[in-house]
């Protein structure tokens, strides 16, 4: 009766064999923690290691992502600054440029416009000079030959440019 089965059917338990059942378990339990489940724990423990490592640089990741997201933005915004800035300036050179432009230009045709009144009114009075002395030459001719004689030119000359002079400065007044 090794089994512990009785002739009548019936189960027996020996403790001898109950001893051997335990013994084995013990054996068996110490052999799969010593070999088999120190391994398991351990690839259990890198795993959750590299699982916990791969969630930490997600983590960090998305940080540093975030991070990124508000340092372009804020350099979007400081170069948005900087070129209304630079805009902002160069209108106002431009500006600058062509008011200092209609200034030239006004002081050049103010300037031009003096010299031509300055040219013009030299040369009126060299019109009026030439004038004059012509004038004054037929004036003397045409006494000479009324009076039949000869006029001292120069004395007459100066009488005739004299009496001019008063009527230029009457006429002068009148326009």
């Known amino acids: 009766m090794p089994l512990g089965i009785l002739a009548e059917g019936g189960l027996t338990v020996q403790p001898y064999w109950v001893l051997v059942a335990i013994v084995q378990f013990l ?12 391994p398991i ?3 259990l423990q890198a795993r959750a290691d590299r699982i916990r490592e791969g969630l930490e ?25 900087e070129a209304a800035a630079i805009a902002e300036r160069a ?6 440029a062509a008011t200092q432009i209609r200034a030239e230009a006004k002081a ?10 300055a040219d013009a009114e030299q040369l009126h009075q060299q019109a009026l000079s030439q004038l004059r002395a012509e004038v004054a030459s037929m004036a003397v001719l045409a006494a000479s030959k009324i009076l039949g004689k000869e006029v001292d030119v120069n004395t007459h000359r100066a009488l005739i440019e004299r009496s001019l002079d008063e009527v230029g400065g009457e006429l002068g007044k009148q326009n």
């Open 57 to 81: 640089n997600a983590e960090a990741a998305k940080r540093e992502r975030e991070q990124m997201k508000t340092e372009v933005e804020r350099l979007l915004a400081e170069a948005r600054r």
């Open 108 to 117: 050049e045709g103010d300037r031009l416009r003096e010299r031509a009144k």
């Open 41 to 43: 724990q351990k690839t």
């Open 91 to 96: 209108t106002k050179a431009a500006e600058a």
């Open 27 to 38: 054996i068996l339990f110490f052999l799969l923690q010593r070999f088999l489940w120190g």
